[in-house]
């Protein structure tokens, strides 16, 4: 797998994790023989929920998934021009997680 390769490899996996726990709701699954209070790696289940909050973004923060962006150019141009509205043309070079 190419992605462990990579020196964000750890903390990419890391998002991953994040990400399918938020997914499946953070409900959190007990390992065998786990008291109720805590699971084998010490976290305490309780505190899931705080964590998870921290970690989620908030509806403010999600504000850019709104927006109709487009992925051509010309796409963005007929809408910018049938609206009357400004067209932010973002145009990069390199990788997209600065692993250039």
Same mark, same amino acid.
């Given at each position: 797998?190419?992605?462990?390769?990579?020196?964000?490899?750890?903390?990419?996996?890391?998002?991953?994790?994040? =990400? @399918?726990?938020?997914?499946?709701?953070? +409900?959190?699954?007990?390992?065998?023989? %786990?008291? &109720?209070? #805590?699971?084998?790696? *010490?976290?305490?289940?309780?505190?899931?929920?705080?964590?998870? =909050? @921290?970690?989620?973004?908030?509806?403010? +923060?999600?504000?850019?998934?709104?927006? %109709?962006? &487009?992925? #051509?150019?010309?796409? *963005?141009?007929?809408?910018?021009?049938?609206?009357?509205?400004?067209? @932010?043309?973002?145009?990069?070079?390199?990788?997209?997680?600065?692993?250039?």
């Amino acid at each position: 797998m190419t992605l462990l390769r990579t020196p964000l490899g750890p903390a990419a996996l890391a998002l991953l994790a994040l =990400a @399918l726990c938020a997914a499946c709701g953070g +409900e959190a699954t007990e390992p065998s023989g %786990a008291s &109720q209070e #805590s699971a084998d790696n *010490g976290l305490e289940l309780a505190k899931l929920a705080t964590y998870r =909050a @921290l970690v989620l973004p908030k509806d403010s +923060e999600r504000a850019w998934e709104q927006i %109709a962006w &487009q992925i #051509s150019y010309e796409d *963005g141009l007929r809408a910018s021009s049938a609206e009357q509205k400004p067209l @932010l043309l973002w145009v990069m070079n390199g990788h997209p997680l600065g692993c250039t």
